[in-house]
């Protein structure tokens, strides 16, 4: 089984149709990205992960503060310069380097310590979230400091907890066997949550408001690798809305074991075919 993830890998997974290499180069070329986001993901290596247990994942899950806090959603989502907020480096490259550094699966508190005082983190998450409090709250007319810091939290809390469920699912499928992989690069550009030989998964929560780093705005992953030879298959997982607030929301034990069928019967018809 595979345990280590570059951003080379990915591209020869998935840069293999027109729309992907059009994203990838739009990518490259972007002014505010291509000095600094790009060189930082093509260099990031997937790791840390491959080596967490389920029981690691689930620790960091009864252990972890609420990433909401004691934010209201309609105060949250009352502020629609943070709700549409998205730093030059997505979250998703941010949660990466903090696994990889750490070297392990931090919780909340430890994620919001890391990017603080962490200067890659700090330039990454913390200085770009605390300059847009700044801004929207110096608006004339605006909501107050207090208002926006906690719109930020509920923004990036979100994110948190969306970066969590998918580490869940992919150390309990690699846990039953399966060489399930992930990287920031296939995630930020090409919508790929995570995926097991040519299966793409995506892990969505029904109705939720706060997408994924604009999932929902842009190309959906099965119109980007249309057309590959041979073909992807995607498989998503899909979770009804959470319905306690202050713990994890996380797939069921029936969810991931479906999940396992399913990828295991896709590698099993890949190599079917390929006899």
């Known amino acids: 089984m595979i345990f280590r993830t570059t951003a080379q890998d990915v591209l020869d997974l998935f840069n293999v149709t027109s729309p992907t290499e059009v994203v990838l180069q739009r990518w490259l070329d972007d002014p505010a990205k291509k000095d600094t986001v790009v060189p930082h993901v093509l260099a990031h290596q997937t790791s840390t992960i491959y080596r967490l247990t389920p029981e690691d994942v689930e620790r960091v899950c009864m252990s972890t503060e609420h990433a909401l806090g004691e934010v209201k959603r309609a105060t949250a989502e009352s502020v629609k310069a943070i709700v549409d907020w998205h730093p030059d480096f997505a979250f998703t490259h941010t949660f990466h380097l903090a696994v990889e550094s750490l070297e392990m699966l931090p919780t909340w508190q430890q994620f919001r310590a890391f990017v603080h005082d962490d200067p890659r983190g700090n330039e990454m998450l913390w200085r770009p979230a605390q300059d847009k409090i700044t801004q929207v709250s110096s608006t ?115 969810q991931v074991r479906g999940a396992a069928r399913t990828l295991g019967a896709a590698l099993h018809a890949s190599a079917a075919g390929g006899r």
């Open 140 to 254: 004339l007319g605006g909501p107050s400091r207090t208002v926006v810091t906690a719109s930020m939290r509920w923004r990036v809390g979100n994110a948190y907890y969306s970066f969590l469920r998918e580490i869940f699912v992919v150390v309990h499928l690699r846990n039953a066997g399966l060489d399930v992989r992930m990287h920031p690069l296939a995630d930020a550009l090409f919508r790929v949550d995570f995926w097991c030989g040519r299966t793409v998964c995506s892990l969505l929560v029904k109705n939720a408001k706060f997408h994924k780093d604009g999932q929902g705005r842009k190309i959906p992953t099965s119109e980007l690798l249309a057309g590959a030879v041979p073909p992807f298959h995607f498989h998503p997982i899909q979770l009804a809305r959470a319905s306690r607030f202050g713990v994890v929301h996380l797939p069921s034990p029936e």
